[in-house]
């Protein structure tokens, strides 16, 4: 692996109750950043979050979990309680959430040396007033590192529609590369297909910005090219994490064709076909490695490795 790029994420941990018909509830530690952040360390990457941790029983098992993986935590030092989220799974593993959230995300010191790519979205940049910290921290941090961006939106704490869709553009508008799932963008943008919904984004800024589409795969659009990848079949247990572990997945591919950092700006400007569908790749095998076992637990790096040689991927097209 070539030498790796410090990657820092930012965003909220949420402790998941996890409800199945017929079982006992069972929490794991979640949160979209991260998840991703855990991700990430799983794949060998050198990864920090910047997050809130309460001083309960749910903090101590995330803060577990993620030392695990050999993420290193930075928090403000708040009191505020670990954030939780009830996922009910249907028969066929779909999960719809329930939230018990506040982010009040304070003033953070931040690693040293400084990130070379930094990753937010999710809840941290969408509730207040801790979503502004997260932005003040990407703009002082966007001159050095490359950002990415996922809105991961959750209708129940979504709020206004208006404002909603004015910070996931604040927050498109900074990052080199944003994924969002086709449901995220219907529900930003229930007027219009997710394909016009990307390219309107990609055309305020991004290099890159890709779209997933669960068991159809993702499609990747950058300037005047869409590049569409399918999905392998699986048998799936649960979706929980599942776009978690395309972002992790996707950006352990970038860091691996040197693509982010200032230096690798812009040369994710210039990606070619080739390049572009290996990153396409090792997001859709990293989402379905976790699809095929309960809770956000995405693969480590032989895993995922294994997964690319075997799995049956479709031929991509665009």
């Known amino acids: 692996m070539p030498e790796s790029p410090a990657l820092l994420v930012i965003g909220e941990c949420v402790a998941d109750i996890v409800r199945r018909p017929g079982e006992p509830d069972r929490t794991h530690p979640g949160g979209s950043p991260a998840n991703v952040a855990y991700g990430l360390a799983r794949l060998g990457r050198d990864t920090t979050l910047i997050t809130q941790l309460g001083p309960d029983a749910n903090g101590r098992l995330i803060a577990g979990h993620l030392a695990s993986a050999?993420?290193?935590?930075l928090t403000d030092g708040g009191a505020a309680p670990t954030p939780a989220a009830t996922v009910d799974l249907d028969d066929e593993g779909r999960a719809t959430y329930g939230f018990e959230i506040t982010w009040t995300l304070g003033p953070v010191r931040l690693p040293d040396p400084p990130p070379s790519h930094v990753h937010t979205g999710s809840l941290a940049t969408g509730l207040e007033p801790g979503a502004d910290t997260v932005l003040e921290l990407v703009r002082a941090l966007r001159a050095t590192a490359t950002v990415s961006y996922d809105p991961n939106v959750r209708p129940g704490l979504m709020g206004d529609h208006t404002t909603a869709v004015r910070r996931a553009e604040q927050c498109v508008a900074l990052s080199d590369v944003v994924k969002a799932s086709d449901e995220d963008l219907r529900r930003l943008y229930p007027r219009d297909a997710p394909e016009q919904a990307a390219e309107r984004w990609l055309r305020s800024g991004?290099?890159?910005v890709l779209v997933t589409r669960g068991a159809r795969g993702a499609s990747a659009f950058l300037p005047g090219t869409v590049v569409d990848l399918g999905?392998?079949?699986?048998?799936?247990?649960?979706?929980?994490?599942?776009?978690?572990?395309?972002?992790?997945?996707?950006?352990?591919?970038?860091?691996?064709?040197?693509?982010?950092?200032?230096?690798?700006?812009?040369?994710?400007?210039s990606l070619d076909t080739p390049t572009l569908t290996d990153v396409l790749r090792h997001g859709v095998a990293s989402a379905a490695v976790t699809v095929r076992r309960a809770g956000a637990l995405p693969p480590g790096d032989e895993e995922l490795a294994n997964a690319l040689t075997s799995a049956p991927f479709p031929e991509p097209s665009g």
Request: a positive charge; proline letters at 7%.
């Open 206 to 208: 991004p290099a890159l």
């Open 231 to 269: 999905a392998p079949p699986v048998r799936v247990a649960d979706t929980v994490g599942a776009g978690d572990a395309f972002m992790s997945g996707t950006l352990h591919a970038l860091a691996a064709h040197r693509l982010l950092g200032a230096q690798g700006r812009a040369r994710l400007r």
């Open 70 to 73: 050999g993420v290193r935590v």
